[in-house]
């Protein structure tokens, strides 16, 4: 199939109480495991690419890289972008064939980030493209956005629908204590915040900050709102792990395509669990 928008795949998992996975990919292979344990659990998926990535390839490439691996699938596969903080590097996407884009402004005052967010939605939408915002702050590291835990700011209710109804967006991102990268102690979750962002809008939420969550903690945060679930930094922790361990086990041994098999099945199995984890699995 051709890439499609995220839109109508979280609207369905909004409705049916379960979630997208959204994996960031690092280069050709790691689409290729997200798409293809996609369609072998027919899952709706979101494959996504973030600032570090697109800098090493471009968004030329990248689009082209998950339109040829999706052509040959049954189930819908988006392509989304990644914490845009770049204005025109997310028009860039736009015009090569990303179907969905975050703009994060969110480190700016409301105001501000209501204007570069409406900004961004009103060429996104001219070109039927989606639109991810972010309102609050979501700690952690996610490439070269760093927020200390004490600056994170969880999303009101109140301010999540007032931005939705300025800028427009599709869906967005709820800061509710989920960090970027791995978490050292137990992150401290607003899960009452998440159902009252539920009850109060009629947008998908997505949930940042997925690697390293214990599973009933993400079966809670999916029943309690999280439509689309980000999940980075397991990628490259399974793919570095997964290299290591094969090539450990095969030190005199130097043919690079079997290394990458280990690592892309590997990833599949993680990937997997995670789709059947939020439910996903089935409803392609
Ligand atoms: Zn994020």
């Given at each position: 199939m051709p890439l499609v928008?995220?839109?109508e795949m979280l609207r369905a998992a909004r409705e049916g109480r379960y979630a997208v996975g959204a994996f960031n990919a690092v280069d050709y292979m790691t689409i290729e495991a997200v798409v293809h344990e996609?369609?072998?659990?027919?899952?709706?998926v979101i494959v996504q690419t973030?600032?570090?990535?697109?800098?090493?390839f471009g968004v030329r490439a990248l689009a082209a890289m998950a339109r040829d691996i999706a052509a040959e699938t049954t189930v819908p596969v988006a392509l989304h972008l990644d914490h845009g903080t770049d204005a025109a590097v997310i028009r860039q996407a736009i015009a090569c064939g990303y179907p969905s884009v975050m703009i994060d402004a969110s480190k700016h005052p409301f105001d501000e980030n209501v204007r570069r967010t409406a900004e961004i939605v009103q060429a996104a939408h001219a070109a039927g493209v989606a639109v991810e915002g972010e309102v609050g702050v979501?700690?952690?590291v996610e490439d070269d956005i760093v927020i200390k835990a004490d600056k994170a700011i969880y999303t009101t209710p109140e301010e999540a629908v007032e931005f939705q109804r300025r800028t427009g967006v599709d869906f967005l991102a709820a800061a509710i204590g989920t960090a970027h990268g791995?978490?050292?102690?137990a992150p401290r979750l607003d899960i009452d915040t998440l159902v009252a962002l539920r009850e109060n809008t009629d947008f998908p939420l997505v949930i940042h900050g997925g690697t390293g969550l214990p599973e009933d903690v993400v079966r809670r945060l999916v029943a309690s709102g999280g439509?689309?679930?980000?999940?980075?930094?397991q990628i490259k922790q399974t793919y570095i792990d997964a290299m290591d361990e094969y090539i450990?086990?095969?030190r005199q041994e130097y043919d690079i395509l079997k290394v990458l098999k280990h690592a892309y099945d590997r990833l599949r199995e993680m990937i997997g669990g995670y789709m059947a984890l939020l439910g996903s699995e089935g409803k392609a």
């Open positions: 928008s995220p839109i996609a369609q072998a659990r027919r899952a709706p973030s600032s570090g990535v697109i800098k090493r979501v700690a952690g791995f978490y050292k102690v439509s689309k679930f980000n999940l980075s930094t450990q086990a095969h």
